[in-house]
């Protein structure tokens, strides 16, 4: 099948144009990416495939309609859509994991999973973005803390030698950074996606 070889940005144009074999070509070629991606995400089977089956009517519903214009960049986009799907079904379910127990952002987890590095930087590029306008809004000190602890990786301890804090002081800022943003997102009812 000839088919098989041919990049991504053919195979959408030749689906576009009738060829519905292009399409599983497609699936095929991505799909342990994508129902990785989702299944790191959800932790669960059954879900992350009801997931995945979302994603691709989404994608099939877009090109049937002519609303496609990735110019090539056919897995990215994908991507993209099957992680609003994940964050919608957070929404649904109203486990929204924005915070873990030790209080770090879980959403940092997408942001330092390497498995997908290209199309991880596209789909958190916003995710940053709107986690930055959040730090904005912090206190100085409060935002001191957090974009050394984040952004620098500093240890508590080199957080307190640069700030010329003790550590107990340090973690406070931090668990008072974590809190006004956790209020802050309530809020604006920001979503951490694109």
């Not at 609303?67 to 799907?85: C, Q, S, T």
């Not at 912090?138 to 010329?164: A, C, W």
Request: glycine share 4%; charged share 25%.
């Amino acid at each position: 099948m000839a088919n098989v070889q041919l990049p991504d940005a053919v195979l959408v144009s030749k689906y576009i144009a009738g060829d519905e074999s292009a399409l599983s070509i497609l699936i095929n070629r991505h799909q342990s990416k994508i129902f990785g991606f989702i299944f790191s995400k959800i932790g669960d089977r059954d879900c992350t495939d009801d997931i995945f089956q979302d994603t691709f009517i989404k994608v099939i519903k877009t090109l049937k309609s002519n609303n496609y214009n990735e110019e090539g960049k056919f897995l990215p986009w994908v991507m993209r859509i099957a992680h609003n799907l994940v964050i919608d079904h957070f929404r649904k379910t109203k486990k929204m994991p924005l915070f873990r127990e030790t209080e770090e952002f879980s959403i940092f987890s997408i942001m330092s999973d390497q498995s997908l590095s290209i199309e991880n930087q596209i789909i958190t590029e916003q995710v940053e973005l709107d986690l930055k306008r959040l730090i904005d809004e912090l206190p100085s000190d409060q935002r001191e803390v957090v974009q050394m602890r984040i952004y620098q990786d500093l240890s508590f301890k080199e957080i307190s030698e640069l700030t010329g804090v003790s550590i107990n002081t340090a973690l406070g800022r931090m668990r008072y950074a974590l809190l006004n943003m956790r209020k802050l997102i309530d809020k604006h009812q920001i979503i951490l996606t694109n």
